[in-house]
C-alpha cells in the first residue's frame, strides 16, 4: 500500500532574475515499508524532493499525499504537527541539541508530542539500546563520535513511531565502519519494524543496501529501480 | 514547559563568558541604578522632611490676609475653637500656635532684621524639633528673663554669646514701634542659611504681651499622620472655619511640591536608562546567540517545534539571563542600601558644603521604597520580553529546509 504519492510535483527557485527548475514534473510512489534510496549527483533535485515529502518546504506545482492527506494544502501550524506525529528525520551533520544528553535528545520529540515521562522514560531506554547506546545514553553529543551521534539521530527520529523516515546523506560525514553500523541498524529497523526509510545519497555503500533505487537528473526522475540489496560483509 | 525551561536555560549557559559578562552587567546596572534612585530619594526626603519640620507643617492656619500683608493685627481668630476642632480629627498628631512679626535685632557690633516667633517652648519642640538643633547654650532657658535663640550665623554677625543681651525692636496691634530688651539662650544651626542668618525664637507669652493687650496668635502649624492628609484636612478645616485660611504644604510651598514630583520624575528616568542599555545588551546577545544557531532552531522547526515554542524558548532564554542578573544586582543593592542606611552617606568630602547651602543635608540616608522596587521588577521583566520580540520574531522566519543545510 502506497503511504506516499506525488503527482506532478514541481519546485522552481528564483536565483536572482533566473529561475531553477530544482524539481520537474515528479510523480512517484512509496509503499510501505521501503527501503528506498534517492541518487544522484549534485544538484540533481535529491534534497529538494526530500524536502517536499517531508513538508519541510511548499511544491511550486504538483501535490504530496501522505496516508491518503494532500500535506502541500496544509497550513504552516498544521504541517509543523504533522512532521512531529508522522514524520522522522534524520540528517547530513546529526543536528542533536548540544546542550542535551543522548537521552534528552531521544526524549525531547516525545516530550512535545506531549508523551507521559514514564513511558517516556522507557521507550528512550528501549531506543537507545536498540542502537547500541544503552550505556552512553547520559553522554552529551561532544562526548559522542559520529557515528553514535548519527545512531542518536536514529533513534530521536524512531521515538515519535513516525510513518516513514527522511534521511539525507545520513553517511555523508562517517567513516565506513560507522556507516556500515548505521546501515545495519537502519536495516534492522526495516525488517523488525517495517519501518519506511527514504534517504537522499551519493554513498554507494548505501546505495548497494538499498532495495529500490530512485536516480535523479536535473530535477526530474532519470531511472527507478527495485533491486536485491548486496549482503552486508560484517 | 519544565523541558523548555532547562533547554532555555542550558542554551543561556552555553557560552558562559558570554552569559556571565551579560549577567555582570545586568546586575552591576541595577546595582548602581538603585544606589542613585535611593541616594536621591533619601536627598530629597530628608529635605522634604526638614522643610515640613522647620517651615510648613503639613497644615498652616492663618487670618485670611496675613500671608500677603504679613500685618500683625491680622491674629487668628476663634483659636480656641480651632484647637477643639483640631483635636477632634484623627488625622492629627501635633500641633501648635506661633505669633509672628517682622523686626530688628541690634546689639552692640550690628543692627540686622529679623522674622520673631513667639513659640509655646514645649508644643514647638515637638513640631519643630527645634530644640535638636542647638549648638550652643539652651532651649528657651525658663530660668532666664526674656529668653531668646537665634542662629548661629546671626549670633557671629551680632558678635553675641549665651547669657549676652540683645534688643528687639517691631510694631505692635496698635502700630507703636515696641523695643525690649532679650537673653540669648542659645544658638541654633540650620539647613538653611537664610534662616540660620534671620531668623529668632522667643516663648510666646512675652512676644504677644508685648503686641497687644489679650494673647494673639498668628499661626497655627499642626502636623498630621501622613503627608497626603494635608490636603483633605485643611479643605474641612476651611469648611468649618470660614473666617481663616487653612493651606496645606502642597499649596504653601511650591518648593516642596516641585521636590515631591522631581524626586518621582528623576527616579523614572534613572531607571529608564538603565533599562535601555540593559534592553540594548539583551537584543545584541540574543541577537547573535539566534545567528549562530540558525541550524539548531531550523532543525527544530523541522522535527516539528511548533512556533509559539520556539518563540517561548527565545522569550524564557531572554527573561531567565534577565532574572538572574535583575536578582544578583537588586540583593547588591538592598546589602549595600541598608548597610548605607544605617552609617549614612557621607558627602561632606565630596562638595557636601555647596549642598548645605542648598539646605541638603550632608550625610544622606538612602531611601528605597517597596513599590520603586517592585516597579522596576516588573519593568525588567517586561524589558526582557521586549528584547526578546525581535530575534524571537527573526527566529520564526526561518525555513527549516534551508536552515538545517546552512
Redesign the interface.
Known sequence: MAIITTHGLSKVYQAGKVPVHALRDVDLSIEEGEFTSIVGPSGSGK?TLL?QL?G??RPSSGEVWVDGCNISALK??QL??????H?G?I???Y?L????TAAENVA??L??QGEKKDRIRQRVSELLTEVGLGDRMDARPRELSGGQQQRVAVA?ALA?RPRFILA?EPTANLDSQSAMKLLDIMEKMNREHRMTFIFSTHDQRVIERARRVIRMVDGAIESDQVQQPEPHQA | MTTLMLLAWRNVWRNPARSAVLLLAIALGLWAGLLMVAVSQGMLVQRFERLIEQEFSHLQVHHPQFLTEREVQDHLPDVAALQHWLQQQPELREHTLRVLVDGMIQSPALTAGVEIRGVDPQRERRVSQLDTTLNQGKYLDAALRNPILMGARLAEKLRVRPGQRVVLTFQDTRQELVSASFTLSGTFTSLSRAEEESRVYVPAEVLSAYLADQAIWHQLAVLLQHPDQGSAVAARLQQAFPQVQALAWLELSPELRFLTEMGDLLTWILIGVILLALAFGLLNTLLMATFERTHELGMLLAIGMNKRRVFGLITLESLLITASGALLGVLLALLNINWLAREGLDLSRFGGAALAEFGYDTLIVPVLGSDELLAVALLVVLTALLAALYPAWKALQLNPAQAVRN
Not at chain 1, 80 to 85: C, G, H, N
Request: hydrophobic content about 45%.
Open positions: 534534497t524536502n517531508g519541510l518546504d504552516d501550524s509543523i504537527d504533522y512532521r512531529l506525529r514524520i528525520f540528517f547530513q551533520s543536528n541539541l548540544p546542550v542535551f525531547f520529540i516530550l512535545l530521536r515519535s539525507d
